[in-house]
């Protein structure tokens, strides 16, 4: 009687046994894009500006008693040869070159004489992570008004992407260096050691590097014009 009820219990979990079974490892790559403003977008293609953060993850299923191996291959254009090889099962990279970058995930599982693989003919039947990243711009204006209208106070890039470097200085006409600042999304308020300085004419130097390769050497006049109000006329009729 005992025997019947455990061949019964036997003959009851075949099924299970062979759902196991049929289980195999498996990935699903997935990118999350970090943005300028610090929020996220997950995404398998994206096309943004440089300097741009992106976090990979290989999302593996069903390893089980398997052994994994990842090859995380980055390679830009139409070139099959990555330019950048990672292993880890999820890693993080920082995109600062323009053009149309492809990420795909080598994996490799590996159970005893059992090997399955996701190399060249998983990505021939299956599309690759896309990232884009736009050519660089960089404009500077000739004047601002530090008024405190709240329109135009800062001196700062007029409009600006991909830029992988970036520094600019201020000097005063006799060649003194008023301010310098590193991030194109700021600039010069107009003050030197926390005093306005007067109005007139100053100069900038910025020296930037963008994501295509581009280099800038600005150099320009900036006017510095405090009584100009919204109407274009001067309250010291300057």
Avoid: C
Avoid at 151 to 167: G, T
Wanted: without cysteine.
């Amino acid at each position: 009687m005992k025997i019947n009820k455990i061949f019964l219990l036997w003959v009851a979990l075949l099924p299970f046994h062979h759902a196991i079974a049929d289980e195999t490892p498996s990935i699903s790559p997935t990118a999350v894009f970090i943005k300028s403003d610090g929020t996220e977008e997950e995404s398998t293609k994206y096309s943004g500006n440089a300097p741009l953060r992106a976090v990979f993850s290989a999302n593996p299923s069903n390893i089980g008693a398997y052994t994994a191996a990842y090859e995380w291959r980055f390679s830009l254009g139409t070139e099959d040869t990555p330019y950048l090889v990672r292993h880890e099962e999820n890693t993080e990279y920082t995109f600062n070159k323009a053009g149309t970058h492809k990420i795909e995930l080598y994996a490799t599982f590996i159970s005893g004489k059992d090997t399955i693989r996701f190399t060249e003919e998983y990505w021939a039947e299956n599309t690759p992570i896309s990232v884009t990243i736009n050519e660089s711009i960089l404009e500077m204006p000739n004047a601002f008004s530090p008024n405190g209208d709240s329109r135009n106070e800062v001196y700062k890039a007029k409009k600006y992407q991909s830029l992988v470097e970036f520094h600019a200085y201020i000097f005063n006409r006799w060649g003194q260096k008023l301010f310098e600042w590193d991030n194109p999304a700021e600039g010069w308020n107009g003050k030197y050691k926390g005093q306005d300085v007067k109005q007139g004419v100053y100069y900038v130097l910025v020296k930037a590097k963008g994501a295509d390769g581009r280099v800038y050497n600005i150099r320009k006049d900036v006017n510095l014009l405090r009584g100009y109000t919204e109407t274009g006329r001067s309250e010291n009729n300057y």
